[in-house]
T-cell receptor, first 112, second 116 residues
């Protein structure tokens, strides 16, 4: 069975600082990996996804993530945090049958 | 831009009452998902439809929850009777079942349920 572990339920950074949100996965098949963002009382918006090919994936709003098979990781980064990045971020893993499993989420706070 | 529609956005009900949520997927999307997201946690799949058929409802509490997608388009999720522990965000998602091995899921805005 697949699973996702997000390290750190809360991350706080200063505006302009590097954002790093950690995600490790477990999967018995080559995984599809995702990062979603959720603003209060809203649905999930896809930031980026890895399915096949290049392991460094670029997404919306300046975010990117790198698939590292040897480390079973898919960490999310952004070089410079903006106040509007404050939200809940979810890492997810899926198999060929679209059985998607989400992590518990990381709340990102951006300090002025 | 096509979106997944859900209603109502917010629902407050009393324990033991019945509640229903509605979802209209993106046109042409054959697969529809209902997720439950408890505050502070990630979404968990309740039920997955392929057209009008249930593909996976292993995590649906069938003693009180039911879901249908009669014509293979929109869907309704019902809870009867509601319990305090059902307070959560209920998310609907849809995906296009095409020829590729992976089909992206698009999420609606969710229904926030509060059971008093």
């Amino acid at each position: 069975a697949q699973s996702v572990t997000q390290l750190g339920s809360h991350v706080s950074v200063s505006e302009g600082a590097l954002v790093l949100l950690r995600c490790n996965y477990s999967s018995s098949v080559p995984p599809y990996l995702f990062w979603y963002v959720q603003y209060p009382n809203q649905g999930l918006q896809l930031l980026l996804k890895y399915t096949t090919g290049a392991t460094l994936v670029k997404g919306i709003n300046g975010f990117e993530a790198e698939f590292k098979k040897s480390e079973t990781s898919f960490h999310l980064t952004k070089p410079s945090a903006h106040m509007s990045d404050a939200a809940e971020y979810f890492c997810a893993v899926s198999d060929n049958n679209n059985d998607m499993r989400f992590g518990a989420g990381t709340r990102l706070t951006v300090k002025p | 831009e096509a979106e997944v529609a859900q209603s109502p956005r917010y629902k407050i009900t009393e324990k033991s009452q019945a509640v229903a949520f509605w979802c209209d997927p993106i046109s042409g999307h054959a697969t529809l998902y209902w997720y439950r997201q408890i505050l502070g946690q990630g979404p968990e799949l309740l039920v997955q439809f392929q057209d009008e058929s249930v593909v996976d409802d292993s995590q649906l509490p069938k003693d009180r929850f039911s879901a249908e997608r009669l014509k293979g388009v929109d869907s309704t999720l019902k809870i009867q009777p509601a319990e305090l522990g059902d307070s959560a965000m209920y998310l609907c998602a849809s995906s296009f079942q095409g020829g590729t091995s992976y089909n992206e899921q698009f999420f609606g805005p969710g229904t926030r349920l509060t059971v008093l």
